[in-house]
């Protein structure tokens, strides 16, 4: 019996967030695991696929035009990495630009999957 592979939570984040950068949500949807959960000061707390899914959609349906990018991506552990961003987007109901930065924490499980994401945002006026 060989060893499982090692997860790469560095390699495993950029591709998650070229799949949001891509807007592709089935690649985001199948990043996460069923029961995962997504905590942010601006939305709260998330559980499960299904409900950080409908948040992603949500938010894009008003900031289409999300352009992020990371500064930094940055191993924590085995499973988990950091990533420094910043992004730029326009609201599609109210014209006004969002502008964030701030980081994120994102766990996975042995298969590469997201058991977590623990966003801190530096701007306080985001609604996601």
Do not use: C, N
Not at 61 to 80: G, R, W
Not at 106 to 116: C, E, M, N
């Amino acid at each position: 019996m060989g060893a499982q592979p090692a997860v790469d939570p560095v390699a495993l984040v950029t591709r998650y967030h070229a799949a949001i950068s891509a807007l592709d949500f089935a690649a985001i949807e199948d990043f996460f695991t069923e029961g995962a959960t997504y905590s942010s000061g601006k939305i709260g707390g998330l559980k499960g696929r299904a409900e950080i899914m409908a948040a992603f959609r949500r938010y894009f349906a008003e900031y289409p035009d999300q352009v992020a990018a990371d500064s930094l991506i940055e191993p924590l552990s085995a499973v988990s990495a950091r990533s420094i961003w910043r992004l730029t987007a326009t609201s599609t109901l109210t014209g006004k630009q969002l502008r964030r930065q701030g980081e994120e924490v994102v766990t996975f499980d042995p298969d590469g999957r997201i058991v977590s994401v623990d966003v801190t945002d530096a701007d306080t006026k985001s609604p996601f």
